[in-house]
């Protein structure tokens, strides 16, 4: 029949890492939707953060999924309303303001984060001012996942 497997199996530490959008203190690895490892609908990532790691309130285009494997933090709401992260901890955050989120690591911190897709233009987060809740992204950032032109629509 001449049927050939396509199935994907390697280890984690084979995965090339690097910083993370919030720079110092994070490290990501993309374990699916990357060249490395291409993938036709999402991106799923661990991320690893130091103790002390602070990434600001954002919010994402699309949902974001995390599921914390190790570590303990504390995630923060638009409201500022405080969770606690533990091993086990699953968070949502919808796509928009409203799903806003921010980290604070207190002690080393590795979760899985799982985006349900590749395009580099849907995955760009913006950065919230708690005060005036007006967003922002820097430019350089915006460029590195395409987003000064898109391609279609994001709705």
């Not at 911190?109 to 919230?128: H, P, S």
């Amino acid at each position: 029949m001449g049927l050939k497997s396509i199935l994907k199996v390697f280890n984690e530490e084979e995965v090339n890492s690097t910083l993370g959008i919030g720079g110092e203190g994070q490290r990501i690895r993309v374990l699916a939707g990357s060249e490395q490892h291409p993938s036709e609908r999402m991106i799923v990532i661990t991320k690893s953060f130091d103790a002390g790691t602070h990434e600001t309130l954002h919010w994402h285009l699309i949902e974001a999924f995390y599921y914390v494997i190790a570590g303990r933090g504390v995630i923060k709401d638009i409201e500022g309303k405080s969770y606690d992260l533990r091993p086990g901890t699953v968070i949502y955050a919808p796509p928009g303001i409203a799903g806003s989120h921010e980290w604070e690591v207190h002690e080393p911190l590795k979760l899985i984060a799982f985006r349900a897709t590749g395009d580099g233009e849907r995955i760009i987060q913006f950065n919230v001012d708690k005060t005036s809740k007006e967003s922002s992204i820097a430019y350089d950032y915006l460029t590195k996942w395409a987003g000064t032109q898109f391609k279609k629509s994001l709705y």
